[in-house]
C-alpha cells in the first residue's frame, strides 16, 4: 500500500486541497467528453477507495516474512510473471492468446472519447446496475468554460448523460450527472450481467391489512432523517483495529462479543407493529404535550396592607 500523498509536490494550480489530494493521483482514465459539436478534455479520478480499510497479508508465523505469490505453471513449475500472456478459453483447456499489440488494434471510439448519446431521468436507472462511481475533472485551464457549460445545462434540464467509455479493455455504458461544481460518471453493468429475471416474482401474494400498512408508514415517518454517511461507522473495524493495537503491544486478546438478540417468532403481527409504535409514539405525544403545555403561573393577590398586630395583654396566663 502506498504511503500519504505528500500534497507539497503538487503544482499550485489555484486547486483547494480536497481538489489537489485527487489531483495528485494517477487519472483512471484521459480523453474528451464530447456533446454534439462541443469537446472537453477531460480526466477521471476513483471517487471511492479502500486505502483506509483494515487489510491482511499472508505471512509465515515462524519468519515473519510475508509470503509471495508467484505464478506456476503445471508442466514447468514456477515461472515468470514477465513471460506470461493472456488467454481467452474457447472450451475447457482450449485457449486462444492475446497480446496487448491484439488489444491496441481494437481501437472503438470510446477508448479516447465519451460521446453523450442521450440524455434521462437519473431517478429512471435501475440501481442494480450501478457499478463504480468517478470524479470528471476538466483537464487545462481550457476545458473549463466547456465543462461549465455541460454541467450547467445537465443541472438546468435535471437529467444524466449516458455515454460509452472503453475500461480496462472492455467498453461500459455510463451515466454523468451533474454533482456539486462538478461532474460525477458511474460505470453502469451491462445488461448480460444483470439478472433479466426478477426472483420477487416467486414471493407469494398475500393481502396485505391497509390499517397494518398505515402503522408501518407511522413508523416509517418517525424513522425519518436524513442521508449522513459520515455517521456510518464500521464497529467491527473499530473493534478489529482496537483488538490490533493491543496485540501489538503484546497483550492477549480478549473476547468482547456482543449479544446477539434472538428474533422471536411474530405470531400477530399486527401486535408486533403497535408495540414497535407503541413506544415512540406516546413519547411523541409527551413531547407534544410538554412544548404545548404553558407554564402555570399561581395568581397573586394585589398586595393590601398588613392587619395591625393586636397588643400583647400585659397579663400573664394565670392572673396576678
Not at 499489440?101 to 471510439?109: F, G, H, N, S, Y
Not at 479493455?169 to 426478477?198: M, P, Q, S, T
Request: with cysteine; aromatic share 6%; hydrophobic share 35%.
Amino acid at each position: 500500500r502506498s504511503g500519504p500523498m505528500d500534497l507539497g509536490r503538487v503544482p499550485d494550480r489555484g486547486l483547494g486541497n480536497d481538489q489537489a489530494r485527487i489531483m495528485a493521483k494517477r487519472p483512471s482514465w484521459t480523453g474528451f467528453l464530447k456533446l454534439s459539436l462541443v469537446t472537453c478534455p477531460i480526466q477521471l479520478f476513483n471517487a471511492t477507495t479502500r486505502s483506509e480499510s483494515v487489510s491482511f497479508h499472508f505471512i509465515h508465523p515462524k519468519t515473519r516474512n510475508r509470503i509471495q505469490m508467484k505464478p506456476f505453471d503445471p508442466d514447468l513449475g514456477e515461472v515468470e510473471r514477465k513471460d506470461l500472456v493472456r488467454g481467452y478459453e474457447l472450451q475447457n483447456g482450449k485457449y486462444v492468446t492475446v497480446t496487448d499489440d491484439d488489444l491496441a488494434q481494437i481501437r472503438l471510439k470510446s477508448t479516447k472519447t465519451i460521446d453523450i448519446e442521450k440524455f434521462v431521468d437519473f431517478d429512471s436507472i435501475d440501481p442494480l446496475y450501478f457499478d463504480g462511481a468517478y470524479f470528471v475533472m476538466p483537464e487545462g485551464p481550457m476545458a473549463a468554460e466547456a465543462y461549465g457549460v455541460i454541467r450547467e445545462a445537465m443541472r438546468k434540464e435535471n437529467k444524466a448523460a449516458l455515454g460509452r467509455l472503453v475500461l480496462s479493455y472492455r467498453e461500459h455504458v455510463v451515466a454523468l450527472v451533474a454533482h456539486g461544481k462538478g461532474l460525477i460518471l458511474h460505470r453502469l453493468h451491462d445488461a448480460r450481467e444483470v439478472e433479466a429475471k426478477l426472483p420477487f416474482d416467486d414471493i407469494k401474494s398475500v393481502k396485505v391489512d391497509s390499517k397494518m400498512v398505515a402503522i408501518a408508514s407511522e413508523i416509517i415517518e418517525q424513522k425519518q432523517g436524513r442521508f449522513e454517511p459520515a455517521k456510518f461507522k464500521d464497529p467491527y473495524e473499530t473493534a478489529l483495529v482496537a483488538m490490533l493495537k493491543r496485540r501489538a503491544k503484546g497483550a492477549k486478546p480478549v473476547h468482547e462479543a456482543e449479544e446477539e438478540e434472538t428474533p422471536s417468532n411474530v405470531v400477530n403481527l399486527m401486535d408486533a407493529l403497535k408495540k414497535s409504535l407503541g413506544g415512540r409514539r406516546n413519547a411523541s405525544r409527551r413531547e407534544a404535550t410538554n412544548v404545548a403545555e404553558p407554564k402555570v403561573i399561581p395568581f397573586r393577590k394585589k398586595s393590601q396592607p398588613k392587619p395591625k398586630t393586636p397588643p400583647k395583654s400585659r397579663n400573664r396566663a394565670g392572673g396576678r
